[in-house]
């Protein structure tokens, strides 16, 4: 029912910024928890920030401090805010949204985004 549109990825060099941006369409968007996935190249897709409808957020331990998750209903848009990036950083990031209940795996999503490369270089 929900279609998912990343933006913002792209090459920066450790240290440095990124802001990504997932537009959705369809369906309700403020009843769906979102959330912010990478999959590096031989590794499986790992959730990285979620965020409820209500706007309790989770974050991986990797990212705790580093990585920000918002949302803005009336946008329709989720946003992951990228500092101090590192090398392991790099991997596609996938934005998903989850209908049910629960929110904090990957087989709790129900739709997903094509993805976004973030590359960070040394």
């Known amino acids: 029912q929900v279609q998912l549109r990343e933006s913002g990825g792209g090459l920066v060099q450790a240290g440095g910024s990124l802001r990504l941006s997932c537009a959705a369409s369809?369906?309700?968007?403020?009843?769906?928890?979102m959330g912010w996935f990478h999959q590096a190249p031989g590794r499986e897709r790992e959730l990285v920030a979620a965020i409820t409808s209500g706007g309790s957020t989770n974050y991986a331990d990797s990212v705790k401090g580093r990585f920000t998750i918002s949302r803005d209903n009336a946008k329709n848009t989720v946003y992951l805010q990228m500092n101090s990036l590192r090398p392991e950083d790099t991997a596609v990031y996938y934005c998903?949204?989850?209908?049910?209940?629960?929110?904090?795996?990957?087989?709790?999503?129900?739709?997903w985004g094509q993805g976004t490369q973030v590359t960070v270089s040394s």
């Open positions: 369809g369906g309700t968007f403020s009843s769906y928890a």
């Open positions: 998903g949204a989850s209908g049910g209940r629960r929110w904090l795996s990957r087989s709790h999503y129900d739709y």
